[in-house]
């Protein structure tokens, strides 16, 4: 009896202990499910493609970095923010932030505009009021030494049409570029936002693509031999000022083969089919340069231009030539494709023609009244 009371307690023992590993493996899963679902929140972000012109932003992935210790750097270590703060900021010629010191940046609210592969973005906004921008580069594979020559040749050359950056950080882990903030936004939100360019008519866009093309050309004329072109240009990256003129942001800020420039052709070709077509660069997959050249070979050229500019009243001829540099910019072939200063030229005349054709509709107008 007393060997059977001792079999029956052993087995007892063995099951008493095999349900208490199962209650804490099940503890121990679920606890490292609920840490998943927690950095899975965490990590949300609103993301970009550096290749895709299309930037996702809600209220839920905005926040406040100022309510954090580490200021806009929400994601570094104490020890990053530490070695951040010992290294000096290197502030370029500019009123907007004369005195700015890299502390300011530290202590400053943040909200998150936006992710790529990359780099980061965030507007910051200083004591005195003032906003900015400040880019977050990793993975430049890019000497200290070279990265400050970079931009401060980059400093040299003025445009009225680029924004240039007011200040700069460099480390071997990561670049930080301070710009100013632009209220009235980009070209992408303009054509893409909640007004889905409504108010964005025929001569603002071509008007637009003039200066654009315009500026872009003096900027390669100027780094040719630098060889130091934009490499990300896109419709996210052209703001808009108080006037509503277009600002190439971030020039330079990609390292590129000899096709550097006739990379910038082909961004600025797209810009040209958002303009023309009201469309986004990628809409469900299909890319916009693919789907154009598509309707165009089935000689459906029409179907290609926003109905905004067609009701608009916007000459279909002049459309169509404008859509003509477009292709020619977008060609699969960098060699085959023009240079922006014959981009600029083609089209600084036919908004030379519109200008001219409005002036007579005007001339005519008044002469029967």
């Not at 199962?22 to 679902?37: P, W």
């Not at 929400?74 to 932030?97: G, K, M, R």
């Not at 025929?202 to 900027?219: H, P």
């Not at 083609?346 to 023609?353: G, R």
Request: with cysteine; proline share 2%; glycine share 6%.
């Amino acid at each position: 009896m007393d060997a059977q009371i001792l079999m029956y307690s052993g087995y007892a023992a063995v099951g008493l202990i095999i349900v208490i590993f199962v209650i804490i493996f099940r503890l121990h899963k679920r606890k490292k499910q609920g840490e998943n679902v927690e950095a899975g929140k965490a990590n949300k972000v609103a993301s970009f493609d550096d290749n895709d012109t299309r930037s996702i932003i809600t209220k839920s992935d905005q926040y406040v970095a100022g309510e954090s210790k580490s200021g806009f750097f929400v994601t570094s270590s104490a020890e990053q923010s530490a070695n951040f703060a010992s290294t000096s900021l290197l502030v370029l010629t500019s009123p907007v932030v004369n005195g700015l010191k890299f502390d300011n940046l530290l202590k400053a609210p943040a909200e998150l505009l936006g992710r790529g592969r990359h780099s980061t973005l965030y507007k910051i906004v200083l004591e005195n009021g003032v906003l900015l921008v400040v880019k977050r580069i990793k993975d430049w594979e890019i000497s200290t030494d070279d990265f400050k020559l970079r931009m401060q040749r980059l400093n040299q050359v003025k445009h009225q049409n680029v924004l240039p950056a007011v200040a700069f950080y460099c480390s071997k882990q990561e670049k930080l570029l301070v710009y100013e903030y632009l209220q009235k936004g980009s070209l992408f939100r303009l054509l893409h936002g909640a007004q889905m360019g409504q108010a964005f008519d025929w001569v603002n866009r071509l008007s637009i693509a003039a200066t654009i093309a315009e500026t872009l050309a003096f900027m390669h004329q100027e780094f040719r031999s630098d060889g130091i072109a934009h490499g990300n240009l896109k419709s996210s990256n052209i703001l808009l000022n108080k006037n509503l003129e277009p600002c190439i942001s971030e020039y330079g800020l990609v390292p590129l083969d000899n096709q550097g420039f006739k990379a910038d052709v082909y961004g600025f070709g797209v810009i040209l089919l958002e303009l023309l077509t009201g469309k986004l660069v990628k809409n469900e997959g299909v890319d916009l340069a693919t789907w154009v050249h598509s309707v165009v070979s089935e000689e459906w050229t029409g179907e290609v231009f926003d109905k905004l500019l067609i009701s608009g009243g916007a000459s279909e001829e002049r459309l169509v030539n404008l859509l003509q540099v477009a292709l020619k910019c977008v060609n699969k072939s960098p060699e085959a494709r023009p240079s922006m200063k014959q981009v600029a030229v083609m089209i600084v005349t036919l908004k030379e023609e519109e200008e001219r054709s409005i002036c007579t509709s005007v001339s005519v107008f008044s002469e029967n009244f």
